[in-house]
Structure formats: C-alpha cells, structure tokens
C-alpha cells in the first residue's frame, strides 16, 4: 500500500506515468432479442470497437446520448454482460475470457455503484447488514472486523452509526446513495464503475455525493469510470472524458481539453445542446472540495 497522501493534481499527472489499471480494447457487445418469429433471434450489436485505458487514481468520464452504449460498456466491465468480441485486461489479466463465475478477487477488486440505491439495497435488512454481508462474503470471519470496518466505512461516508441500524426505507436518497457508496468501498476497490451514480438526487444531493467520491478517492487513490447525462458533473469529477456515440467511441480527452478544444462533430453537439459547460479549473475544483471538506468536518463535529 503507498501512503495516503493527497491525490493532487500533479500526482494525477504522475500516476498516468503507470501501467493503466484497465485496458478495453475493440470491445464489442451485443445483446440478444426476440425476433417477429420465436426461432428467429435477433441479435443486435450494442457497443463495437470500443477501446480506452483507465490509470490508477483516475477518474474517466464516459458520456453519449441515451443508448449510445455507456451502460454496456460499465456492464461489461463489471462481468454483467459478455464480450462479443475484443478485450478487457485488468491489471494484465484478460477478464472477458474468466469462467462463468466471475473470481471473489474481480469482484473485490472491481466494484459498481448505480442511479437507484434503493434497488440494490435490501429492503427486508438494516443497511449496517448490507454492508457486513458483503464483508461476510469476501471471507472477513471475524465479527469484531466486520464491524469495525463497516462502521470506519459509514464514517467515510458521512453516516453514523446509528444509520447503520436503520432501513433503507427509513434514510433518503442521497443517505440510501451514501450506503451504497460504503459497500462498494469497504472491500477497498481498485475500480468503481459509477454509472448515473448522482442522477436520481437532487442537486445539492448530487453536489454533495460527488465531492464526497473525490474526496475519498484522494484518501484511497481508487479509479472511477464515472457515466452520466450530466455534463457538468463530469466535467467536474473527470481527469479524462470518452464520448461514446451509437455503440462507438468517437472522442477521447483530458476534461479540460475535451471541453475548450472539442474534435469530433458529435462531441461538438454533445457540448453545445449541455447547459452546464461553464469551466471550472483545477483550482476552484479542489476549492469546493475543500469547502466541501471543512463543511463536513463541522457537521460531524456537531453530530
Ligand atoms: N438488455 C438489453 N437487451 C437488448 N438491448 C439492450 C439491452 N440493454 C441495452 N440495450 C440496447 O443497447 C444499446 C445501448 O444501451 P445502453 O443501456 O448501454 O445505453 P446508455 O448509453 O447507457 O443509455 P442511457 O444514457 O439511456 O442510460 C441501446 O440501443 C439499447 O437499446
Ligand atoms: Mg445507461
């Protein structure tokens, strides 16, 4: 483990210097459907060609019309959907050809956080459960460690421990998000693929829960592949931007370039038809993450 110092943006830089921690390459998905007829399936080819890298202690925002193929990209990251054809290599090892069973060390290593928490949480148990369980399954026996590591986990978060005896019903969105940000980091991932982690919420909600992932990506240094309709968002949270259109990836770029100096035709439009392409430097992004910081300091201090 290196130690936790701040993830500025020049060790940003500096980590690029690394082997990337995901490589995709010419991945192509299809899906299945029924056809006019029972024994005439149709098969349809989501996403193709689709190629990129994602570092270590980065965050790549991936963004693209509705359907354009940005779930099914994360989909097949996350061993949700089968590669047709081409590559995923995570940390050098190919995972499209992976048994059935995705391996317990994948699913450590390679965690997902999506638009509607509630549906991943279990209604019947209190979170502090959900979060043990998943423990429990990566092989920490040890009760005393489970909770331990669980309640350090809601600490992150922003949660109590007394959060941790309620239901999932009994918290809101952006509190249910914030579950679900504690499972998918307990295990202490590499990746986290957040796919329309914020969309459900409400803005300050949103603004909230996206400061409070950089922020905990500075303390643990894991990468993010961040997907969302929000160009703003993306803009804000993302080291680098891929724009998907119709199945391809057509554009690729630092944030900051892809915003000021777009290439592609598509990606033009994309930015043009956002109501959110005010730029935000470096400077005022670690900024707000720190007034972010402070604010959740003194709420923590007061609770
Ligand atoms: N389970 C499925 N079966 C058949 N086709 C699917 C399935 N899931 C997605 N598709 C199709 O694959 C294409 C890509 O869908 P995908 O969900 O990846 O898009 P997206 O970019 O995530 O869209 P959105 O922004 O609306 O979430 C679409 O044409 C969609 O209709
Ligand atoms: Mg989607």
Redesign the pocket.
Known sequence: MTTTTPNTSHETEASRADEPLLVVEDLA?E???AGAVPWRRKV?R??DGVSFEIFPGETLGLV????????????AILRLNDAAAGSIRFQGTEVTTLGRRTPLSYRRDVQAIFQDPNSSLNPRHVVGRCVDDTLRTHGVTDPGERRARAEQAFDQVGLSTDHMHRFPAELSGGQQQRVAIARALVLEPKLVVC??AVSALDLSTQGQIINLLADLQAITGVSYLF?A?DLGIVRHISDRIAV?QR?HLVEIGEAEELFTNPQHAYTRKLLGASPASKPEGRDERRARREAFRQMHEAETQLA
Do not use: F, L, N, Q
Not at 66 to 75: A, E, L, N, Q, W
């Open positions: 998905v899906y299945e459907s349809s989501a996403i693209g019309e509705s359907g354009s193929g940005k779930s099914t990209t994360g989909r796919d329309e997907i309709h998907m199945g």
